[in-house]
């Protein structure tokens, strides 16, 4: 339901459901996720301030490394839409690091990351990078998820920026 309502960009909505489901959960690990959604949904709605505020408090707690991942991939895409793509590079980085030590570089979660990576990526005119990323993303999101997916699909548009850049045809393909 979350996912769908952010697909929709109804943000407002994503947080509602959210929250109730924060005021619910009685396991400390969907707490994290769930507040880690809610930052995601901060973003983008725009209000950098509050999923800012949030990510400082969730990076207070005791966290494992692939609860430090997502809160650090919330931080690049953070900077990512502030515009600081030094900070958002080496929080986008660390995430990938901590997936790693806990072997989860393979999930849905890493995929995200590295979508946010190749955005970063495409942002900055490093192209060949950007496409690296977003193609490892895409296979991680083909081997989880049916093909009509609407993440499978966001890793196509991300390519097709990428494309558009330096091969026309392709971004068109």
């Known amino acids: 339901v979350i996912d769908s309502l952010m697909f929709d960009a109804q943000y407002e909505k994503a947080i509602q459901v959210i929250d109730n489901q924060i ?4 396991v400390a690990d969907s707490k994290i ?3 880690n959604k809610k930052a995601e949904a901060l973003i983008r709605s725009g209000n950098f301030k509050d999923a800012e505020s949030l990510l400082k408090d969730l990076s207070s707690r005791p966290l494992s490394a692939s609860q430090r991942a997502l809160v650090e991939t919330n931080y690049g895409s953070l ?15 660390s995430a990938l690091a901590n997936l790693q030590k806990d072997n989860k570089e393979n999930t849905l979660d890493a995929a995200q990351t590295l979508a946010y990576l190749g955005n970063l990526y495409r942002t900055t005119g490093k192209y060949a990078q950007a496409e690296e990323q977003l193609m490892r993303s895409l296979a991680i999101r083909q081997k989880y998820l049916k093909g009509n997916n609407e993440w499978i699909a966001a890793s196509y548009n991300d390519l ?6 330096i091969d026309n045809d392709k971004a068109l393909e």
């Not at 097709?160 to 850049?165: D, F, K, M």
């Open 160 to 165: 097709g920026l990428v494309y558009s850049q």
């Open 79 to 93: 900077y990512l839409n502030q515009g600081r793509n030094d900070l958002s590079l080496e929080s986008l980085q």
């Open 23 to 26: 005021r619910k959960a009685s």
């Open 33 to 35: 996720i769930l507040e």
